[in-house]
T-cell receptor, first 118, second 115 residues
Framework: GAVVSQHPSWVICKSGTSVKIECRSL??????MFWYRQFPKQSLMLMAT?????????EQGVEKDKFLINHASLTLSTLTVTSAHPEDSSFYIC??????????????FGQGTRLTVV | GENVEQHPSTLSVQEGDSAVIKCTYS??????FPWYKQELGKRPQLIID?????GEKKDQRIAVTLNKTAKHFSLHITETQPEDSAVYFC??????????????FGKGTKLSVKP
């Protein structure tokens, strides 16, 4: 299957600082990428849908000014957690799809980023 | 919007037994239903999926059934093995605006297979 690489795998930052997480599709072009947040023992909660060359679509309750998403190319989307606070500590995971065709429905996940804000 | 309910939240079976996880969805327009397996600290991995034009799909010990009328789909794992122990997520999505929409996930089922 296709490979999605997410970096970093884990990060510890001080409260008030910003953290950038990268999501790359290594062997395919991803017109759409998704960002999820996962709390311990809970499900994947969609935060936003990132489309190449356009603004991200945020889910209800997700602060767009706090979670900045940029999808500048067909292989890279970034999530920046701005002014991070301890409650932002979580597992962030991205997924990418190859394209809009009916056959390309499978979403491939990155390995996730464990963010700890101290 | 779509809402996906998944049951049970935890499931413990003896090695060799079968395991069944059930999901219901609310949006009748949903047409794609994947199942993901997530081991502790790792990324979700697609194990099987089904589209709305099919009622059942099987891949070795894993099968998925879909009842569009009742809006529910199930994952069946036969001859379970300890390595099947993980959290399983169901999801649903619909065709929207010319592309497959985002996946809405169930809350997950923690499956434990006892040797």
């Amino acid at each position: 299957g296709a490979v999605v690489s997410q970096h970093p795998s884990w990060v510890i930052c001080k409260s008030g600082t910003s953290v950038k997480i990268e999501c790359r599709s290594l062997d395919f072009q991803a017109t759409t990428m998704f960002w999820y947040r996962q709390f311990p023992k809970q499900s994947l909660m969609l935060m936003a849908t990132s489309n190449e060359g356009s603004k991200a679509t945020y889910e209800q309750g997700v602060e767009k000014d706090k979670f900045l998403i940029n999808h500048a190319s067909l292989t890279l989307s970034t999530l920046t957690v701005t002014s991070a606070h301890p409650e932002d500590s979580s597992f962030y995971i991205c997924s990418a799809r190859q394209g809009a065709f009916v056959g390309n429905t499978e979403a491939f996940f990155g390995q996730g980023t464990r963010l700890t804000v101290v | 919007g779509e809402n996906v309910e998944q049951h049970p939240s935890t499931l413990s079976v003896q090695e060799g037994d079968s395991a069944v996880i059930k999901c219901t969805y609310s949006d009748s327009a949903s047409n794609y239903f994947p199942w993901y397996k997530q081991e502790l600290g790792k990324r979700p991995q697609l194990i099987i999926d089904i589209r709305s034009n099919v009622g059942e799909k099987k891949d070795q010990r894993i099968a998925v059934t879909l009842n569009k009328t009742a809006k529910h789909f199930s994952l069946h794992i036969t001859e379970t093995q300890p390595e099947d122990s993980a959290v399983y997520f169901c999801a649903a999505s619909r065709w929207y605006g010319g592309s497959q929409g985002n996946l809405i996930f169930g809350k997950g089922t923690k499956l434990s297979v006892k040797p």
